[in-house]
T-cell receptor, first 114, second 110 residues
Framework: GDSVTQTEGQVALSEEDFLTIHCNYS??????LFWYVQYPGEGPQLLFR?????EKGSSRGFEATYDKGTTSFHLRKASVQESDSAVYYC?????????????FGLGTTLQVQP | EAAVTQSPRSKVAVTGGKVTLSCHQT?????MYWYRQDTGHGLRLIHY???????EKGDIPDGYKASRPSQENFSLILELASLSQTAVYFC?????????FGPGTRLLVL
C-alpha cells in the first residue's frame, strides 16, 4: 500500500539555521502531497500542498518541491525561528478508491533554540 | 477557514465502559474523518463518512463504531473501551482535497 517515510524523528536547531526535513513516498500514480504542522494542544494544520511533478508548495517561508523521479517532497526553510518549533507531518492523499484519506508519515519534531 | 470542533477535549474512561467522541463542522463539507494519533504511529484513519447516515471503515476500525446523523456531526463510539485505545483522536473534514482538523480529544482509558 501507499506509504510516507520521514527520515528525521527529531531535529534540534538554533534560530536562523537552515532546516531540511526529508520526506519520501511510495504510491502509484500522482498522489497529492502535503505538509502539515501541529502545535502543542492543537490539531494538524495545512502548511501547503502540491499536486504534480515539479510543483513547489510554500507558506510562511517553508517550501517543498514535488519530485516524482525521486519520490520526494522535502521540507526546507532558510532561517528558522523559535516559533517554528512544532511537529511536522508529510502526508499523501490516497487516490485509489476515492476515499480522500490522508496517509501520514510518523512526524518530525522540530525544536528551535533561541 | 474551515471550522471543526470536538468534544470533549479530554476524557478519562474506565476499561469496559462506553465512550462517545463528538465532532462538529460548520462548512458543509461532505467528507469527515476520524484519526487516531499515537507516538510511533503518526495519524491513522479509523472511520470516515462522505454523506449523512453512512459511514465507512478506515484502516484501523476494530473496536470503534462511527455515526453520522447529519452533515455537520460525526461521532466516534467506543462500545467497550480498552487500555489500548488510550490516544489522541482527531476529527477532520475535507473540501477540495484538503483536510481540516479539529483540536483533538485526549482519551485516557484506565
Amino acid at each position: 500500500g501507499d506509504s510516507v517515510t520521514q527520515t528525521e524523528g527529531q531535529v534540534a536547531l538554533s534560530e536562523e539555521d537552515f532546516l531540511t526535513i526529508h520526506c519520501n513516498y511510495s504510491a502509484s500514480g500522482y498522489p497529492t502531497l502535503f505538509w502539515y504542522v501541529q502545535y502543542p494542544g492543537e490539531g494538524p494544520q495545512l502548511l501547503f500542498r502540491a499536486s504534480r511533478d515539479k510543483e513547489k508548495g510554500s507558506s510562511r517561508g517553508f517550501e517543498a518541491t514535488y519530485d516524482k523521479g525521486t519520490t520526494s517532497f522535502h521540507l526546507r526553510k532558510a532561517s528558522v525561528q523559535e516559533s517554528d518549533s512544532a511537529v511536522y507531518y508529510c502526508a499523501l492523499s490516497d487516490i485509489t478508491g476515492n476515499t480522500g484519506k490522508l496517509i501520514f508519515g510518523l512526524g518530525t519534531t522540530l525544536q528551535v533554540q533561541p | 477557514e474551515a471550522a471543526v470542533t470536538q468534544s470533549p477535549r479530554s476524557k478519562v474512561a474506565v476499561t469496559g465502559g462506553k465512550v462517545t467522541l463528538s465532532c462538529h463542522q460548520t462548512n458543509n463539507h461532505d467528507y469527515m474523518y476520524w484519526y487516531r494519533q499515537d507516538t510511533g504511529h503518526g495519524l491513522r484513519l479509523i472511520h470516515y463518512s462522505y454523506v449523512a447516515d453512512s459511514t465507512e471503515k478506515g484502516d484501523i476500525p476494530d473496536g470503534y463504531k462511527a455515526s453520522r446523523p447529519s452533515q455537520e456531526n460525526f461521532s466516534l463510539i467506543l462500545e467497550l473501551a480498552s487500555l489500548s485505545q488510550t490516544a489522541v483522536y482527531f476529527c477532520a473534514s475535507r473540501t477540495g482535497g484538503t483536510q481540516y482538523f479539529g483540536p483533538g480529544t485526549r482519551l485516557l482509558v484506565l
